[in-house]
Structure formats: structure tokens, C-alpha cells
């Protein structure tokens, strides 16, 4: 079975500081792996994917995620925090089939940005 | 229509009351998935329905869950006789194939009182 780790419940940075939310994955092949955001009382949006293709993976609002195979790792990054980017992140993954297949979260992490 | 809607937005029900939760997936969109999300507990999947296939039922936490979908679009989640601990926010998605993620819908509040 797949699963991702998210490290810590919560993260809280300075605003124009780096933001570094991390994922680990299990799986026995390489797999799609997803960052969604969800801010307060709204659903859940995608924010970049990795599906076999670049390991580098550039999404919306300046974020990007790196597919580390060797470090089981899917972090994600973004250069300069924004007020607007205080939510919460979930960390996905699913088995790199043509099919659809369910994703399965980790526990999410909360992203606090100080002024 | 444009995103996954949902309906209703805010559900109080007394325990032991039946309910249903509405999902209208993108117009296109072959698979819909349930989920529910809880304090602290993250995103729990429930059931999975890929166009004319047998539902994936494999996460529904008892025989008091139920979910249809009717003529590959609209999906009901039904809870019978509710009981405090399915008070959650359930969340609906759609999508064409893995590869291209989720759309999520802004979900149902249940809450038992």
C-alpha cells in the first residue's frame, strides 16, 4: 500500500522568508504524487503534480516540488512567503496507472506567515 | 457546470437522523470520489466510482454509509441513523484520469447533534 508523511502539523515562517513543506512517500514503484492547498472553508485545490515526467515541478502562486526517487522525498518549496499563502497542505499520492485510482493524504500541514 | 458542486453547504441533523449529501461532478469528468475530512485526522477516502464499474466501497467506515451514483454523473452519500462521530466535513472530487489530480468541491459540513 502507498502513503505519504508530512512531518510536524505546523509550520510557521516570516513573510518574504523561504517555505519548505515536506513529503515522504512509500510506494514500491514511483508514483504520482500531488500537493493540494486548502484554505479555510474552501475545498481543496491543486497546486502542482508530479506524474513521471520532469522531476522538478513548477505550480500556481510560486510553488514548486522536487521528486527526490532516492530520498523518497516530493518537498515543496516556495522562495519568498506571501501573507496569502497561510492555509493548509496536503501531500498525495496515488500508483502511476493510466486508470483513475484514489489518492491517499497525509495529515496535512497548516502554514502560519508572520508579518 | 464549471466545478464540483455540492450541496448542502451546512447539514445539522439529530443523531439518529438519516442524511444526504449531494455531489455534481464536472460535466465530463468519468470518476468521482468521496471523502471525509475530520479534526486531526486528515483526509479519509470513502468510496470511488469509476464510470460504469463497480464502486471502490473499500473506505466506507460501516454498513450506515451508502453512496450511488446515477447515470455517471450525480453521486448521493447517504448516512442512516447518524451518530455523533460521523460529524465531519465531506468532501467530493472529480476527475478525468490520475494524471490530471482532483477537482474538489467546497464540501458539506455535517454536524450531529
Known amino acids: 500500500a502507498q502513503s505519504v508523511t508530512q512531518l510536524g502539523s505546523h509550520v510557521s515562517v516570516s513573510e518574504g522568508a523561504l517555505v519548505l513543506l515536506r513529503c515522504n512517500y512509500s510506494?514500491?514503484?514511483?508514483?504520482?504524487l500531488f500537493w493540494y492547498v486548502q484554505y479555510p472553508n474552501q475545498g481543496l485545490q491543486l497546486l502542482l503534480k508530479?506524474?513521471?515526467?520532469?522531476?522538478l515541478v513548477k505550480g500556481i502562486n510560486g510553488f514548486e516540488a522536487e521528486f527526490k526517487k532516492s530520498e523518497t522525498s516530493f518537498h515543496l518549496t516556495k522562495p519568498s512567503a506571501h501573507m496569502s499563502d497561510a492555509a493548509e497542505y496536503f501531500c498525495a499520492v496515488t500508483p502511476p496507472t493510466g486508470a483513475n485510482s484514489k489518492l491517499t493524504f497525509g495529515k496535512g500541514i497548516t502554514l502560519s506567515v508572520r508579518p | 457546470g464549471a466545478g464540483v458542486s455540492q450541496s448542502p453547504s451546512n447539514k445539522v441533523t439529530e443523531k439518529g437522523k438519516d442524511v444526504e449529501l449531494r455531489c455534481d461532478p464536472i460535466?465530463?469528468?468519468?470518476?468521482l470520489y468521496w471523502y471525509r475530512q475530520s479534526l486531526g485526522q486528515g483526509l479519509e477516502f470513502l468510496i470511488y466510482f469509476q464510470g460504469n464499474s463497480a464502486p471502490d466501497k473499500s473506505g466506507l467506515p460501516s454498513d450506515r454509509f451508502s453512496a450511488e451514483r446515477t447515470g455517471g454523473s450525480v453521486s448521493t452519500l447517504t448516512i442512516q441513523r447518524t451518530q455523533q462521530e460521523d460529524s465531519a466535513v465531506y468532501l467530493c472530487?472529480?476527475?478525468?484520469?490520475?494524471?490530471?489530480?482532483?477537482?474538489f468541491g467546497s464540501g458539506t459540513r455535517l454536524t450531529v447533534v
Open positions: 460535466s465530463g469528468h468519468t470518476a
Open positions: 508530479y506524474t513521471s515526467a520532469a522531476t
Open positions: 510506494s514500491s514503484v514511483p508514483p504520482y
Open positions: 472530487a472529480s476527475s478525468t484520469h490520475v494524471g490530471s489530480g482532483y477537482t
